[in-house]
């Protein structure tokens, strides 16, 4: 089978689904690949590495007739008008946002695979991109944080005088929040970090970070997410929050819980009582009140919001690594002959919970799975 790889069609992607080196991987599976030209010029990828890679480069048109198409992100509709029958389309579809969009593949008899809605279990980890992209923006939000901070991260004692380390505070370790405390931490800033689930103790500490409690933390649910906090809960969170923002220079924060708004940690109050040259990076956008999306706010008392929402599309030549080495181990998955076809093991929890629509049936949502 034919696997294709496009230019991303949306406005300022930067990222490709493919790598020269994720190409390799895939041919080894037994599966030609065409890729369109200029796929990968933007994440530093150019097409002579995709050829010496064993791709074929090919136009615009082609790449949307290949059997199996992969994205970054649903496709505009005039793309999806371009699919043949029976393609498989691999992106990251948004399903769990917009669960009509099973309803879309379904119509046009295209199989939908939705590497957003990758299980959290162990054994789906490697084809996991939401951990892959959070993974990069957590360490991106920390060199934001650190480019707007007039200050420097580690502490100095040179002839002119000591200057103190960076305090930084991340607000949920999750798989962002831990890659900031680990960035943050290797840049020499003193590092401390809070979390809903009291499980994320241990792993703020293995990172080299105080963890600081709230007070009555919630319960994880089964499928590896926080639970929404109590009204009390959350009041006491709030306290400690603008306690903590107020004694910190960064306070960057992940905080979300599937399905529902990003929390609301940072009130305008508790940005009002921050000192001048902070900055907040909002990685979850709406976890401060203040947060503009896309933007840089100042605020009068001098607090850097930063509310990029773009931040594994700055560093896209890993980010693009990870997503396409994540796609290839799906296609691991499903290509057991490693003949270059792939095969819709249903039974497969992982493949079932992806598989959003397949032969014109629509197959979301899934089966609920327990977490291991
Ligand atoms: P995650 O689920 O692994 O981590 C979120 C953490 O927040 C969890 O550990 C959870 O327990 C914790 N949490 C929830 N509510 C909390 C609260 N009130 N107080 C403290 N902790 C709380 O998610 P992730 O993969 O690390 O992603 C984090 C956020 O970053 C998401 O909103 C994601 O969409 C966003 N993100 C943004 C960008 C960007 O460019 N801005 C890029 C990637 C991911």
Redesign the pocket.
């Known amino acids: 089978m034919r696997i294709g790889i496009p230019r991303e069609p949306a406005e300022g992607q930067k990222l490709v689904s493919a790598t020269p080196d994720t190409v390799g991987k895939l041919i080894k599976l037994g599966y030609e690949v065409i890729v369109e030209a200029g796929a990968g010029v933007d994440a530093s990828y150019p097409d002579q590495l995709y050829r010496d890679a064993g791709a074929e480069v090919v136009g615009p048109q082609e790449v949307w007739q290949a059997d199996i198409v992969t994205t970054l992100d649903t496709p505009p509709q005039d793309k999806i008008d371009q699919l043949r029958e029976g393609t498989v389309l691999i992106s990251r579809l948004g399903v769990r946002i917009h669960p009509e969009i099973a309803e879309v593949f379904a119509e046009r008899n295209v199989t939908a695979i939705s590497m957003d809605a990758v299980p959290r279990i162990t054994r789906a980890q490697a084809m996991d991109v ?2 892959s ?2 993974n990069i ?2 360490y991106r939000a920390v060199i934001e944080a650190a480019n707007a901070f007039g200050r420097l991260f580690t502490g100095q004692v040179t002839a002119a005088g000591k200057m103190p380390p960076a305090k930084v505070y991340v ?7 831990l890659a900031a405390i680990g960035t943050a931490n290797s840049m020499g800033a003193i590092v401390q970090a ?4 009291a499980a ?1 103790a241990e792993q703020v500490e293995s990172m080299g970070a105080e963890f600081v409690e ?1 007070p009555a933390p919630a319960q994880e649910s089964s499928d590896g ?2 639970k929404e ?1 109590s009204e009390d809960q ?1 009041k006491a ?1 709030l306290k400690l929050y603008t306690e903590q923002a107020a004694a910190s220079d960064i306070v960057i924060t ?5 399905g529902r708004p ?2 609301l ?1 940072l009130t305008a109050e508790a940005v009002a009582g921050m000192k001048p040259g902070s900055v907040i990076v909002d ?3 709406g976890n401060c009140e203040l947060t503009k999306a896309g933007e840089v706010v100042v605020t009068d008392n001098g607090v850097t919001i930063i509310g ?5 599309n700055r560093l896209p030549g890993q980010a693009s690594q990870l997503y396409g080495q994540n796609i290839v181990n799906l296609m691991k998955l499903m290509t057991p002959e490693k003949d270059g076809n792939i095969v819709f093991n249903l039974d497969d929890e992982v493949v079932r919970s992806i598989t959003i629509a397949r032969e014109k049936d629509v197959l979301w949502p899934p089966p609920a799975i327990s977490v291991s």
Do not use: E, H, K, N
């Open positions: 939401l951990s992209m959070a923006a957590g607000i949920g370790a999750g798989v962002a929040g809070t979390d809903v689930r994320a709230i997410y926080a906090m959350a969170a992940t905080a979300q819980i599937p990003a929390p940690l990685m979850a956008g990029f929402t773009d931040l594994a």
